[in-house]
């Protein structure tokens, strides 16, 4: 691991960028503000490297950000309607920051905390470990919660995001990461002629404040069917309905099964290839409909339980019980298409 300083938080805590390196020249860095992953190096089909991720030149543009650039987010990742929820009976109001709504973890979510970072060598490769903690009521949410997050990177091209968690009280915890990929490291300044393949039938609904109403969408017959690989600006026909409400894609899909990819994106000028691969139930995909540096500039892919599973009985529950262990992991594999991918 090699570590570098990259500025000062406004309470004079040093922020630095650590970096993993695998054997074939991959890397990953993160810094310790918000837990952010700042840069992914992988080749392209010539074996040249770039970054494939969205990133700042400067901390303060870190500071400044808006977007979830890279970061880390929770305690409850996605909306949450009206900003409360229930737990034994007892209400628990959150911080308003999407509206009436409570959005990734409110003002103050886990992408603006400082991560502890160390390096870690895992059964799988090399690995930065982020340690931090939620205090009792932060936000609203009850309990303190202590967190850690591996980012892993794998001989096989591959980063692993492994999640454990524990609290003290009952609460409810959902956490993602919220890195957007440019597989062309920057060479097109949009990924709307990129082409994205979602293996599954179902999103979720979505009402006028974004929130899932609870029910599951056939993706037939929608701008958001994307079981057939195609180009992202696809979907960003505003005749769909669902579309027009987050002017492109800004919706959960839901995963069918972990054991296969269920993202498969893929730039073909530069060959590069990422599949996902998730444990969760589902992934919110996030066009990038407003980013401040440029709309569609890059695309986010949030393994996740459902946003809103608060208020919806049958989604999958994010309630986490007083010392009980969560745990999540989500594969994100790296490749370029040539005649050794046989699935290409």
């Known amino acids: 691991m090699s570590a570098k300083i990259f500025g000062q938080l406004p309470n004079g805590k040093e922020v630095s960028i650590f970096t993993v390196t695998n054997k074939n020249g991959m890397s990953l860095s993160a810094m310790n503000y ?6 992914i190096m992988v080749p392209d089909a010539n074996g040249t490297f770039g970054n494939v991720v969205l990133s700042y030149d400067s901390l303060e543009q870190y500071l400044a950000d808006t977007d979830y650039v890279g970061a880390l987010v929770g305690r409850c990742v996605g909306r949450i309607s009206g900003a409360q929820f229930l737990l034994d009976g007892k209400q628990f109001n959150l911080n308003k920051n999407d509206g009436s709504n409570s959005l990734h973890g409110g003002k103050r979510g886990f992408n603006t905390k400082w991560w502890h970072i160390q390096e870690k060598r895992v059964r799988e490769g090399n690995a930065l ?3 931090a903690s939620s205090l009792d009521g932060e936000e609203g949410y009850p309990g303190k919660l202590n967190m850690e997050v591996l980012y892993i990177l794998t001989d096989a091209n591959e980063l692993l995001i492994r999640y454990n968690a524990v609290c003290n009280k009952k609460t409810v915890v959902n956490l993602t990461n919220h890195t957007y990929f440019n597989l062309s490291a920057g060479a097109d300044a949009t990924v709307e002629n990129h082409l994205l393949q979602v293996k599954t039938n179902y999103f979720l609904r979505l009402n ?3 929130c899932p109403v609870g029910d599951f969408m056939d ?5 958001l069917d994307f079981r057939n690989s195609k180009e992202i600006s696809k979907g960003f026909d505003e005749s769909d309905a669902q579309v027009a409400l987050t002017k492109g894609i800004d919706h959960c899909f839901v995963v069918p099964t972990s054991k296969d990819s269920v993202v498969r994106y893929e730039d073909p000028k530069s060959g590069r290839i990422l599949e996902i691969t998730t444990g969760e139930p589902g992934v ?6 407003f980013l401040r540096t440029k ?10 339980h459902f946003p809103d599973s608060v208020h919806h009985k049958n989604f999958p529950s994010v309630i986490l019980y007083a010392g009980q262990e969560y745990t999540s992991e989500s ?3 790296f490749f370029v298409r040539d005649e050794k991918c046989p699935n290409n």
């Open 129 to 131: 470990r982020l340690t």
């Open 34 to 39: 918000g837990g952010i992953i700042t840069s």
């Open 219 to 223: 993706v037939d017959g929608t701008a």
């Open 295 to 304: 709309p569609h500039a890059a695309i986010a892919f949030e393994p996740q």
């Open 208 to 210: 006028e404040q974004k």
């Open 331 to 333: 594969r994100y594999s």
């Open 284 to 289: 919110q995909i996030y066009s990038g409909n």
